[in-house]
Each structure stands twice: as C-alpha cells, then as structure tokens.
C-alpha cells in the first residue's frame, strides 16, 4: 500500500510518499507561501535530484495537484498514476475530547474537526483545507486523520482539568489537551523497543523540545501529563513562546499597554521565550553560541530555558512517583549536546548521570547518552511523526477493508 502523509498549514503542506511494503519514503516535499505571488515547491524523489518551483499557488486544492504532478512527473516522479495512491493520512493538531485515537474521514469526522475551530483556530482550518483538497484530487481514495492531542486523552481528571470553575469545563470544553502526541507516543515506543523493556513497566519522561517544546509524561505506555495545555502556550520556554506565567499578568497587561487579546495572544505565542529574553533570537543554535561568549541576554535566555525545563521534568518524576527513562527528541532534544549536559547535570538527585562522550554523538539512531551507573536511562530518538501517520493510516484502512 502507498500512503501519501499530508501536513497541511494555514499557508504551506508538507508532504511525504510512504510505500508501506517497507516503510519506505518514496518522495517527499513541501509547498510555502500558499495563497502568496511566488508560492514555492520543493520536491526530492528516493535518488533524485531536487527540484524547486516557483509560481503561483492560491489555495490548498491547486497546492495539492501539484504535489499530484510531480509524485507522477516523468523525470522527478515515483509513480506511473495518481491511481497507485492507495490512502492518504493527515496531521490534524486538535482532536478535542471527540478523538482518542486516529480515524477514518467522514461527514462526522469533518463535522468535529470544524467543531474544534474554536480551539484551533490556526490549525484545524488548515487541515480541513488539506482534507478537501485531497478529496477532490484523489476521490474515492481513504483518508485518514492523525491528531496531535488523541495520545493524551488517557490523562486523568486530576491533570487536564484546571481549577477554575466547573462550568468552563462543562460550556466550554476548557482543559488541558496537549500537543505533539504522536511524537512523544513514538519514541517513547521506540524508548522501551531500544531498552528491550516492556513500556507497561516503565515510567517514562519525553521531552520534545524544537521550536515549540512539550513534556509527557508517560507510565505504563499511556499519557498521565504533559506540559502544553488547552492550547500549545502552556509549559516550556520555547523559542519565541512564554510558557508558564501568572495568568494575572494578561489583563494587568493588556490594561497598562491598551492591548487587544489578538495582540496580546501574539506577544505570548509570537514574541515571548527565548526570541524576548536573549533579544537576538529564537533559534537555540544562537542562543548557546551567545552563551558560549559570554553574551548576557543570551546566558540568561539559556539558564532560563534550562531551569524551567528541569524543574518540569523533576514535576513529571513526582507525579510518577520516580522515572525509569527520559527522551530527548525534536530539533533541540536531537541536537543540541550543551542543552542536553546542562539539564542532566542538575539532575543528580535523581540517580541521573551522563556520559560526555557518548552526549557528543550524532546519529539518526536512537541512543543512549546515560552511564551504567545511572539509575535512569537517558536516551536521544529521532521523532518521526510522518510514520507514525503512515503507519496509523495504513492499519486502519486494511482494518476497513476487511
Ligand atoms: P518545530 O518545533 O518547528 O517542529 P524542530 O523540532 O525542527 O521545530 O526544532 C527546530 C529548532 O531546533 C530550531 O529552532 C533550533 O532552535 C533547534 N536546533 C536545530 N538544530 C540545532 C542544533 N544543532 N543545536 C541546537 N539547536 C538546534
């Protein structure tokens, strides 16, 4: 089965052609800047050479027959059809209450997705404009959505319900839902498979830090909490996302600077994190280089961003009452050996020990980077979110066929 995965942004798609025979990625690509002149398409097939295009895509539907094109293209194609397409699969961020786990695309199915615009309003509109979009270009083929928030339904009560009143929760569905579930999902798996453990027996923290940044954590294989809440700005210091603040700093805020919520909802998502405390960016990449100078806005962004998180992953240790295996995983936790030392440095207490040289490896493998001595496990895994969309994709469009 060849199954097209399909993330689609307010203004771009990225995409990846699976052949689920090996789960081999056949072709992968991107298009930026839907809806602007010059709309760019990137294209590289398994042993081909890349292609770049640059003209006008106004919308989802045009972005996508396109992608069409190039999957079937004579030079830079894979495919003799669109026809050899046997299902697509789609990342939505938010599946609210009504999904716990991945589902085929029907009327129902669309109906919740726009139901949880509300929640999402940047994401899910985006992914509805990808679903249709592939319903007209490739009708009659399966599709499928993978939600970012399903893998945290198994949360208790007791974490995603915040203590205000009930009543929020009742209109309004306001509760923790988190974020970046299949991620933290696959390579807490890929965790147990590398230790040989059952994941049932383990008490597992993952922390996937790139640009936006959330912890989980995971005992017995399922989600019991993690740090991104109702929306992605809850948690972590992230790249240019405040992550946890007094709630009662928004009006105080809004009040002393006259500012909309839109406003105020962009200075926390857009403008906060490491970008607003090193003023020079929100790319860890400067901001270790600025700390390894010397420079001080970008010392303190680093020790900030490093406290807080180790304080989040001491917070996941008690709520499990101990923890067996921490991941690092996303553009950060993948990369960056300074941000990894730092943090595991300050957990001592916990029996956590690294070892230097093995931090300094790089690899697209998962790793372990802990001591023998250290009495928890600390491991790096690449996260692979398009797989495990392939992969959700294929098993419940056979489970259909049947
Ligand atoms: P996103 O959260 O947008 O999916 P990624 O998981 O790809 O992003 O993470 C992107 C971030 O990873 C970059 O902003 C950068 O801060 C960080 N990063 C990438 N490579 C390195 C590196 N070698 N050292 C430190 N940080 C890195």
């Given at each position: 089965m060849k199954v097209l995965v399909i993330n689609s942004g307010s203004s771009s798609l990225k995409y990846q052609l699976y052949d689920m025979t090996d789960e081999s990625v056949l072709a992968k690509g991107l298009v930026e800047r839907i809806g602007m002149d010059s709309s760019i398409l990137t294209h590289k097939a398994a042993g081909k050479e890349e292609v770049v295009e640059v003209s006008e895509i106004l919308e989802h539907n045009t972005a996508i027959r396109k992608v069409i094109d190039k999957l079937t293209d004579k030079t830079h194609g894979v495919l003799e059809s669109v026809e050899e397409i046997n299902a697509v699969g789609h990342r939505v961020v938010h599946g609210g209450e009504f999904f716990n786990e991945s589902a085929l695309v029907d009327k129902e199915a669309k109906k919740n997705i726009r139901a949880l615009i509300d929640l999402a309003p940047l994401h899910n509109p985006a992914a509805i404009m990808g679903i249709e979009a592939s319903e007209i270009n490739m009708p009659g083929v399966p599709q499928v959505v993978v939600f970012d928030t399903a893998f945290h339904q198994t949360m208790p009560e007791r974490s995603y319900l915040y203590a205000i009143p009930r009543v929020l929760y009742n209109k309004y569905k306001v509760r923790r839902y988190g974020f970046h579930g299949t991620s933290h999902y696959y390579v807490s798996l890929a965790a147990a498979e590398f230790l040989g453990?059952?994941?049932?027996?383990l008490k597992i923290i993952t922390a996937h830090i790139g640009n936006g940044g959330s912890l989980t954590a995971i005992q017995g294989g399922v989600s019991v909490d993690t740090s991104m809440g109702m929306t992605p700005l809850e948690g972590l210091m992230m790249g240019t996302r405040s992550g946890d603040l007094d709630p009662a700093i928004v009006p105080y805020v809004m009040n002393k600077e006259e500012l909309s919520v839109g406003e105020m909802n962009s200075m926390l998502n857009k403008h906060s994190g490491l970008l607003a405390i090193s003023g020079v960016s929100s790319d860890m990449r400067d901001i270790t280089d600025g700390w390894e100078k010397g420079e001080a806005n970008a010392t303190l962004a680093f020790e900030m961003y490093e406290y807080r998180l180790r304080k989040y992953i001491g917070s996941y240790a008690a709520a499990m009452n101990g923890v067996d295996v921490l991941v690092f995983t996303a553009g950060v936790g993948e990369n960056s050996a300074i941000v990894r030392k730092a943090v595991c440095e300050n957990l001592s207490y916990l029996g956590i020990e690294i070892d230097e040289e093995l931090n300094k490896i790089r690899s697209g493998d998962p790793r372990r980077i802990s001591t023998p001595n250290s009495k928890v496990d600390v491991l790096v895994v690449p996260t692979n979110e398009e797989l495990v969309i392939a992969r959700d994709t294929y098993r419940i469009v056979e489970s259909n066929q049947d």
């Open positions: 453990k059952p994941i049932e027996d």
